[in-house]
């Protein structure tokens, strides 16, 4: 089946590539991450140390060679709140509420390391296809609507002149990077609009926003740093801190982790490659426990960024490692060159990768998918947008299980026949589980059953506590008509099962003399599990 995100080629990439896209990226991330500050209400410098140190240790050590990580919108608007409660927890204008920021970003790498040695990666296999449709499509919408506040100034759209200066600068770089690659594949488009724009508005000199005038209008004063610093969180470690930033520190741990996990399962399908779901959580906590001793603001994947390197032709880890050495690299020692960059150039590629983002194949699947599906993609396209993107994806997650459940409970069905010996037969198919469990005790007949009643599961499998306690009480009504149920062909595990669950209610399997089910050949059927 073709992919519904395909617009990628595959490639093995190259040194060449790595390198390109890398800086390509580097030049994305100064704004982003800046923008990210400020929305998390703290400097700049913090937002670019943090995706600094996100994307060097992920490049390193995580499980997804290519995908790129650093400051994110999603992060930064819980810490909002955590650094507006840790300020009023300290005294007055202490301002201690970016303490309490990097000591639970510590908190938050270790619960996400957890997670990695925990081996709970895995689990984002479980999310449905029409999850991660409403995902992309959600995510698209989300960073194309965070780009508009770039054509605004003081909370108000620019004037009419800016404003097309601004839309013609947008429109020439979307152009340079469509038709680029119609000419070379050699040279990244993204990385030579930003170069061509840039060019273009200093030599020409055009009057429109850059990113020094963007930092200046969002309260910063530049990008221009040193290294980041060792240091310690200067708070009191005690049960009225932990249970201060405990809560924060799952929550920033479970949107970082399923923002993560869900980037590097859509970057695995464009790529047509695997990724290590388990070692992206170590390096993701990695990441952030490194953040909260040198003062950066933490984050995670980050989908359009990894877009971007994927598609300039970053495969390696050297692509996400050349990224963060460069951010490193503008923050030292070429601030001032960066910082002439004008936002337009940046928002044009923004604007390619949402068109690149987005499912555009959700609207040719509208009626040839069930309504179920359709029903998941535009929920979790919707709360991704009002709300978060975890809460979109559990949200998704929980109604795909809903749905899957209520599917299967109408499933259960019977064959019934009865023998020349007058001993009634019931062939069951189908799984047996809560949700099947009222239509499974309507197939029986108990009143009118001959005395001598076969139930045979060999198309049937007990699945849980609750299909045990209906066999459970299936067998006492026939007890109590006086009459005997023998049950047949239960799976190994189902044996297993049963028998466990005999301290917890009485599990009447009645001794089959031609199966398994035998007390006798009970060690035999554990051994086959």
């Known amino acids: 089946m073709k992919s519904a995100f395909r617009f990628i080629t595959p490639s093995n990439g190259s040194i060449k590539d790595d390198m390109l896209s890398g800086l390509t990226v580097a030049l994305a991330l100064v704004p982003e991450a800046v923008a990210f500050a400020f929305v998390a209400g703290v400097s700049p410098i913090i937002g670019l140390y943090g995706a600094f140190m996100m994307g060097l ?8 060679p290519g995908m790129i990580s650093g400051a994110t919108g999603a992060l930064a608007v819980v810490m909002v ?3 507006r409660e840790g300020n009023a927890m300290g005294p007055d204008g202490a301002m201690m509420g970016l303490q309490f920021l990097f000591a639970t970003l510590i908190l938050t790498g270790i619960f996400q ?5 925990m081996k709970m990666g895995k689990f984002v296999r479980m999310i449905p296809h029409s999850v991660m449709m409403g995902f992309v499509n959600g995510l698209a919408i989300v960073i194309f609507t965070s780009q508009l506040g770039m ?23 979307m152009g340079i990077m469509f038709l680029l690659p119609k000419i070379t594949k050699k040279i990244p488009d993204a990385l030579a609009a930003i170069i061509v724009v840039s060019l273009l508005v200093i030599f020409g000199d055009i009057d429109t926003q850059t990113v020094k ?5 969002g309260g910063g004063e530049g990008i221009k740093a040193g290294l980041p610093t060792f240091n310690i969180p200067m708070i009191a470690l005690n049960l009225e801190t932990l249970s201060f930033i405990t809560p924060y520190a799952l929550i920033l741990a479970a949107i970082g982790l399923i923002e993560s996990l869900m980037t590097l399962n859509l970057i695995d399908e464009l790529t047509e490659t695997h990724g290590n779901g388990n070692q992206e959580c170590i390096a993701q906590g990695g990441a952030n426990i490194l953040n909260g001793f040198f003062g950066g603001m933490g984050g995670c994947a980050m989908i ?3 877009i971007i390197n994927i ?3 970053g495969r390696g880890r050297l692509s996400g490692i050349t990224a963060a050495l460069a951010l490193l690299a503008f923050i030292l020692f070429a601030s001032t060159y960066i910082e002439m960059i004008p936002i337009a150039a940046l928002v044009g590629v923004m604007f390619m990768v949402v068109i690149g983002t987005f499912a555009w194949s959700t609207f040719k ?15 979790v396209t919707a709360l991704t947008v009002i709300f978060d993107l975890a809460f979109a994806v559990i949200s998704g997650v929980i109604v795909s299980a809903l749905v899957f459940a209520w599917e299967n409970s109408l499933m259960i069905r019977a064959r019934k026949h009865t023998d020349k010996h007058g001993i009634k037969h019931y062939e069951m198919f189908g799984p047996l589980f809560f949700g099947s469990i009222e239509l499974f005790n309507s197939k029986f007949d108990v009143k009118n059953d001959p005395k001598e009643v076969i139930v045979d599961f060999a198309e049937s499998r007990v699945v849980d506590q609750s299909a045990i306690e209906a066999l459970n009480k299936l067998a006492e009504r026939y007890q109590k008509n006086g009459k005997t149920i023998h049950l047949r062909h239960l799976s190994a595990d189902c044996v297993k099962l049963i028998k466990r669950a005999e301290k917890i209610c009485d599990v009447n399997v009645l001794e089959d003399p031609d199966y398994f089910v035998a007390i006798d050949d009970y060690n035999k059927a554990l051994e086959r599990v």
């Open 113 to 117: 390391a957890f997670a990695g040695i």
């Open 365 to 379: 699947i509208m009626n040839k998918v069930p309504l179920s599906d359709i029903f998941v993609i535009i929920l």
């Open 81 to 83: 709140h955590l650094i």
């Open 311 to 313: 598609k300039s032709g």
């Open 57 to 64: 240790v992920t490049a390193i050590f995580g499980g997804r």
């Open 213 to 217: 005038s963007f930092i200046v209008a």
């Open 151 to 173: 054509f605004q100034t003081g909370g108000e759209w620019l004037e009419t002149g800016a404003m097309l200066t601004m839309l013609g600068l947008v429109a020439l770089t």
């Open 304 to 306: 359009g960024q990894s």
